[in-house]
């Protein structure tokens, strides 16, 4: 039953309800951030819940985790729709909750409010992530119009990605035997372009490292004793100078990286979807795919000194400064933070004082190469009449690696609606209503076929 056009034919029967559920769930402004009213989470779960009912699946579970160190998570949609006895499990992934909407006046309409144009679907969420909720009912509903679901599967429908998913793990460990599947597909990516399906292969992992650099036990009058001492800020720009060469390359002993991708990215491309400034050179080595997604990347993202406003001539004693690392796929985030902190201490000038706070670690992710990814990309193939391209992505989802450690033997596919126009997070974040149909397609073609 898995011809192309009788499938196709049958998503186009469903597709009109797929929208209508779509724009309803972007009504709904599911903001997970605790500034924000937290009863429109439950009625987005709500409203999931009746989508999945609609798209024939009965056993549903709004399910919301008391933690001790977390408190109460956001309410998860857990769903459940039998194949034939024997067949394999597929876990399907996607989040309800969005970030918040912004500033106001970077949406050029409501932002809870979806407005179509020019082929796009405009809206907080009609990409990240509610499309991918969608992709996964429209699958089903257009499985169902064949007579034909021949896998079981399983709806995970996660209310607080938004926020780093922090009672996640929490959740698989305690329904586990709910989650356990043999693939398990992610809609919360991207594509390569619009027109060109990805299936996203590897993440980078993170990790946090808070740094003070201390020199002096108290301030002093920079004109009396300024000289002898380097104040802490000079200091401290001499060590973050050291974490880079010449080339902008990270120059810390023991980071791993490669530079292999499939991808292509084009220099120009790249600058203006940055907007690098004219005369700006870019940093690094190797492709430019591979320093977005298989190179490990540094970044100073605070720093604390007396500001320009309260300066005065004095030396300042202390400067404290927050790093964030991208680690490539394959570091363990452990050995990343431990060669990041040996290079600080070891590259500290003038034996001025080191201390390191709090840090954060979020492991990378490496899809594993299978025939289960043979049949996702001949089903994206399908569906979008072009071959899908293998993609990295530059940060971590930190729930993906958490997956991949609790199911090791679990496929995991990551796929997604979004296109680099998306502007998913940002104002005037929007979908390509053709590709979303596309990936409905696929990933209808993908389950038939897994029951194969
Ligand atoms: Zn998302």
């Known amino acids: 039953m898995t011809d192309l056009a009788s499938v196709t034919s049958a998503l186009d029967a469903v597709l009109p309800g797929v929208r209508a559920d779509l724009e309803e769930l972007v009504r709904i402004p599911s903001v997970s951030s605790s500034a924000f009213d937290q009863s429109e989470l439950q009625r987005s779960a709500a409203k999931v819940a009746d989508i999945l009912r609609s798209s024939g699946v009965t056993d549903i579970d709004i399910v919301t985790l008391e933690t001790e160190d977390h408190g109460t998570g956001r309410p998860a949609i857990l769903a459940h729709k039998k194949g034939p006895a024997g067949a394999p499990t597929v876990l399907l992934y996607a989040h309800h909750d969005v970030q918040p909407p912004g500033e106001r006046d970077t949406w050029d309409t409501e932002p809870f409010e979806p407005v179509e144009k020019d082929g796009r679907l405009y809206g907080r969420g009609t990409a990240d992530d509610k499309a991918g909720i969608l992709v996964h009912a429209g699958a089903l509903r257009t499985l169902e119009q064949l007579g034909d679901l021949p896998v079981n599967v399983t709806l995970f429908v996660e209310g607080e990605e938004e926020i780093g998913s922090p009672t996640f793990v929490d959740f698989l460990t305690a329904h586990r035997d709910r989650l ?13 372009k619009v027109g060109t399906p990805s299936l996203t292969t590897s993440l980078r992992g993170v990790v946090g490292l808070e740094v003070t650099v201390d020199v002096l036990d108290h301030a002093l009058h920079s004109g009396m004793y300024g000289g002898p001492v380097l104040d802490a800020v000079t200091v401290a720009s001499r060590l973050i100078a050291t974490l880079h060469d010449d080339s902008g390359a990270v120059a810390v002993a023991g980071l791993h990286g490669y530079d292999e991708t499939d991808a292509d990215y084009p220099e120009d491309q790249l600058r203006a979807d940055m907007g690098v400034l004219e005369g700006v050179q870019l940093a690094g080595r190797g492709s430019l795919a591979s320093r977005l997604w298989t190179q ?34 394959g570091q363990a985030p452990q050995d990343a933070y431990d060669a990041l902190t040996a290079h600080i201490s070891k590259n500290v000038p003038f034996g001025a004082r080191v201390s390191f706070g709090n840090g954060e670690l979020g492991p990378a992710f490496q899809a594993v190469d299978s025939d289960v990814m043979g049949t996702a990309r001949q089903a994206l193939a399908d569906a979008w009449q072009t071959d899908p391209v293998d993609i990295g992505v530059g940060g971590s989802i930190p729930f993906i690696a958490d997956l991949a450690e609790v199911f090791p033997q679990a496929k995991i596919l990551v796929t997604g609606v979004e296109d680099p126009d998306t502007r998913a997070h940002s104002g005037n974040e929007s979908l390509h209503l053709d590709d979303f149909r596309k990936a409905i397609l696929a990933e209808a073609l993908l389950l038939s076929r897994l029951g194969e």
């Open 180 to 192: 356990e599947a043999d693939v398990i597909i992610v809609a919360d990516s991207s594509n390569w």
């Open 296 to 329: 490990p990347a540094l970044s100073v993202i605070g720093l604390d000194a007396t500001s320009v406003e309260r300066s005065s001539n004095t030396l300042i004693p202390s400067c404290r400064f927050q790093l964030s690392l991208r680690t490539a796929p």
